[in-house]
């Protein structure tokens, strides 16, 4: 039995690589000074898996959603809560726990979103004018 992994799903694996390696090197590889770094790093397999499985009229709109899963699922949490006043408060020394939880919340949500903006383009565009 042979798994296929359908164009879509390979886009949505990009974005989550992108959102998991932006955490990870912000967390663990450098904490300190790594945040845009850890964002261009993470936005190499969205920019990638764009250009490789999305269409190309849609490769504005697909883009800024899988950058806008990086930063915000990716980048933004781990940059909050490490070494921070609210991140000691909340999570103390181990910000990976909820830095992950709020990361695949925000991917999930984006994914979903994408599918839904995604349907809706093609509905609208096989509506005869």
């Given at each position: 039995?042979?798994?296929?992994?359908?164009?879509?799903?390979?886009?949505?694996?990009?974005?989550?690589?992108?959102?998991?390696?932006?955490?990870?090197?912000?967390?663990?590889?450098?904490?300190?000074?790594?945040?845009?770094?850890?964002?261009?790093?993470?936005?190499?397999?969205?920019?990638?898996?764009?250009?490789?499985?999305?269409?190309?009229?849609q490769y504005v709109l697909q883009s800024l959603v899988g950058l806008a899963a990086v930063a915000l699922g990716g980048a933004a949490p781990a940059t909050i809560l490490?070494?921070?006043?609210?991140?000691?408060?909340?999570?103390?020394?181990?910000?990976?726990?909820?830095?992950?939880?709020?990361?695949?919340?925000?991917?999930?949500?984006?994914?979903?979103?994408?599918?839904?903006?995604?349907?809706?383009?093609?509905?609208?565009?096989?509506?005869?004018?």
């Amino acid at each position: 039995m042979v798994s296929t992994i359908y164009t879509d799903q390979k886009f949505d694996l990009s974005i989550v690589i992108g959102a998991v390696l932006a955490l990870y090197w912000i967390l663990y590889i450098d904490p300190l000074t790594g945040e845009v770094s850890g964002l261009v790093l993470g936005s190499l397999p969205v920019l990638i898996g764009v250009y490789l499985y999305v269409e190309p009229e849609q490769y504005v709109l697909q883009s800024l959603v899988g950058l806008a899963a990086v930063a915000l699922g990716g980048a933004a949490p781990a940059t909050i809560l490490y070494q921070t006043p609210a991140g000691d408060w909340l999570v103390g020394s181990q910000p990976l726990p909820l830095s992950l939880g709020i990361m695949l919340v925000v991917v999930v949500a984006t994914l979903v979103g994408r599918r839904y903006i995604q349907s809706t383009v093609n509905s609208s565009a096989s509506v005869p004018a």
